[in-house]
């Protein structure tokens, strides 16, 4: 099983989020290949991180909130993706100021984004109970110690979930 974490990360919040979620889907299917990579590591010229994320079963797209909406960057590496998301089970998250900040709409637009490209999305769960997450996890600023907590949780339900769809 193989899950690849792409993000984009100006001062290192989201990347650090990255990684709590990889440490959390290691802690559930320790045998599972997962990899964090920077966005502006996964270019059609870097083959060896495009042929990563076209083999692996579950695709997180993380985001740093900019203007209540994902970051250009990402929007931009989705838009021109050299990566073939149809299939995947995929996810989002994202991290932010402020909870009024517009973090959860951040999400919403990389889940529609991947959906238009044919994957699956997981949310989190919301029925799954404590702690709720409704379209993908979010960390606010002075608040990363729950936020890697939050996301940890997220990489293990999502690990389960890609282990129930692909074996
Ligand atoms: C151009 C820009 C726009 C931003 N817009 C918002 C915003 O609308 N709402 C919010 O809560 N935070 C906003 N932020 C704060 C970032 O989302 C926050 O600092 C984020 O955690 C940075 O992630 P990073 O360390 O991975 O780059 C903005 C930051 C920048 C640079």
Redesign the pocket.
Known sequence: MKIAICYF???????AMAEAIAAGILEQEPGCEVRCLSITDVTKENTEAVEFVNSADGVLVGT?????GEAWQIKQWLDVCPCKMAGKLCGAFA????AV???VVAVEHILTHLMVQGAMVYSGGGAYGQPFIHLGPVCL?DQETEGAALMKIFGQRFAQQVKKVFG
Do not use: L
Request: overall charge positive.
């Open positions: 990360s100006a001062t290192g919040r989201t990347k740093p909130d900019y203007y209540a991290t932010a100021n402020f900040g517009g973090p600023r």
